[in-house]
């Protein structure tokens, strides 16, 4: 087989074994425990067939490897991979949907469609391959630099929030009051720092296909436009649970944008 149908035939049995698993178990983030995981395979497997040397499928991999370790490192500590540590979001929808409906809603979107988007966002490592004989270039040098101070960004982001609620977990042992969600640091800027920074992330994983030579306007580019619609719904299905928890959650969305930040406005003079 060629790399990119080792890798699709990777990404079928991927997305059989997390609707499998789902339906046995119950739990239903089996693709949330894979998805720092086999991009970094399916990158890493597109740089070992491209052969030593290449330095573009190289920092590829090396970038998309540390974008792995370090989100693999947040979600475990976050107790994701240990059992009963499915997102609440399933759950949310489990009740909203009859028991034939979230069956067809798993196979379809939750194994199905995740680990085609997981798929597509390797693409660009693809065309890297084909076009290993493009020299590098300063798109290159853009597409690197984007994705480490992306990287960077959500690195910030999900620390800040990891400290805001092993704070909030301390202060309710002690019976004491506090904020309820995190609006400080990048938070008080936007109010998913993380999420802009990890579309951000496959964006410029995206420009690495352009400076090998596929036009600006390829294949690769349904990864990161698909994870973008996705993170729209995601994000609006989010902040509406946090609205029904904490309704003061309503003056943060009036106070803060949701993904893009915008200018502060000057304080008028007395």
Not at 112 to 123: E, T
Not at 199 to 209: H, N, V
Request: proline content about 6%; glycine content about 10%; some cysteine.
């Amino acid at each position: 087989m060629s790399p990119l149908e080792v890798i699709a035939s990777i990404a079928a049995v991927a997305a059989l074994l997390c609707w499998l698993l789902a339906e046995l178990s119950g739990e239903h983030s089996w693709v949330d425990r894979l998805w720092s995981i086999l991009p970094v395979i399916y990158v890493g497997w597109l740089a070992v067939a491209g052969g030593p040397g290449d330095p573009r499928l190289l920092t590829m991999a090396i970038l998309v490897a540390l974008w792995g370790g370090r989100l693999t490192f947040n979600f475990a500590r976050k107790g994701g991979y240990r059992p009963g540590g499915e997102d609440y979001r399933w759950a949310e929808l489990r009740a909203r949907m009859s028991p034939g409906q979230f069956r067809a809603f798993n196979l379809l979107f939750i194994a199905g469609l995740q680990n085609l988007l997981l798929f597509l966002l390797a693409l660009p490592a693809y065309y890297a391959l084909a076009g290993r004989s493009t020299p590098w270039g300063i798109v290159d040098t853009i597409a690197a630099l984007l994705f480490l101070v992306s990287l960077a960004g959500e690195t910030v982001a999900d620390e800040e929030q990891w400290r805001f609620h092993q704070a909030k977990r301390a202060r309710a042992e002690r019976g004491e009051e506090g904020p309820r969600f995190l609006t400080t640091g990048l938070f008080g800027h936007v109010r998913h720092p993380n999420f802009l920074c990890e579309m951000a992330i496959w964006w410029s994983f995206y420009l690495f296909s352009v400076g090998a030579g596929a036009g600006w306007l390829n294949p690769a580019i349904v990864g990161p436009l698909l994870l973008t619609a996705l993170f729209q719904g995601s994000t609006a299905f989010t902040e509406e649970l946090s609205l029904r928890k904490y309704p003061e959650y309503a003056e943060y969305q009036r106070s803060t944008p949701r993904l893009l930040p915008r200018p502060r406005r000057r304080a008028e003079r007395p």
